[in-house]
């Protein structure tokens, strides 16, 4: 079991090009410098970082680590990403950011993820009225996904992504958990 949850982030830009000037790729990865008011993010320390840009309602979340702390008279942190497909998305333009249909919300939950009858744990790292967005989960046709001990479970497919039945009330328990 991991020791320390990942601290939740939130960082909103003024717009696209804003955005794209502080995403910096270096081989494959994202790497970009997160200013705090005070010191309290520290190397190794596990984030999730949800961006904004005030002229969108998306909202994009990535999981990250923190490299170590900025030097100088900057008060803040380096955060590496493990790829680059946020930032390549900014580079496309607004268009790419807005496929979305609902809105997503940050979570960093344990959840339980079967493929037949062998249970996995997996991160649920977003979740939405459409579905939910899970990592550490094997590959598989079909899997349920369960958010906590005694929580109905919900279908979902091969992706990364848990898309949940229009029927299911796994928004609102998976977002309470």
Same mark, same amino acid.
């Given at each position: #079991?991991?020791?320390q949850?990942?601290?939740l982030l ?9 955005l794209?000037?502080?995403?910096h790729?270096v081989d494959g ?23 904004s840009v005030?002229t969108?309602?998306q909202?994009?979340?990535l ?6 702390r900025g030097?100088?008279g900057?008060?803040?942190?380096w955060?590496e990403?493990?790829d680059?497909k946020l ?9 790419a950011?807005a496929?979305r249909?609902?809105?997503r919300? #940050?979570c960093?939950l344990?959840?339980e993820?079967?493929?037949? %009858? ?5 991160? #649920?790292?977003d979740?939405?009225?459409?579905g939910?967005r899970?990592?550490?989960?094997p590959?598989?046709a079909?899997v349920r996904?369960r958010?906590g ?6 279908c979902?497919?091969?992706? %990364?992504k ?10 609102t ?5």
């Amino acid at each position: #079991m991991e020791k320390q949850p990942a601290t939740l982030l939130r960082v909103r830009f003024g717009d696209l090009p804003q955005l794209q000037n502080h995403l910096h790729v270096v081989d494959g990865r994202t790497v970009f410098f997160f200013r705090e008011a005070a010191a309290r993010l520290q190397g190794a320390d596990r984030v999730v970082v949800e961006f904004s840009v005030a002229t969108s309602e998306q909202v994009s979340t990535l999981r990250g680590t923190v490299l170590g702390r900025g030097e100088g008279g900057q008060v803040g942190a380096w955060i590496e990403f493990p790829d680059a497909k946020l930032a390549k998305r900014v580079e496309r333009g607004a268009e790419a950011l807005a496929t979305r249909q609902h809105q997503r919300v #940050m979570c960093d939950l344990t959840v339980e993820v079967k493929q037949g %009858r062998q249970p996995f744990l997996a991160r #649920m790292m977003d979740v939405s009225m459409g579905g939910a967005r899970s990592w550490g989960r094997p590959p598989s046709a079909w899997v349920r996904c369960r958010c906590g001990p005694g929580r109905p479970s919900v279908c979902a497919s091969s992706e %990364r992504k848990l898309p949940f039945p229009r029927t299911s009330a796994a928004p609102t328990w998976c977002a309470s958990t």
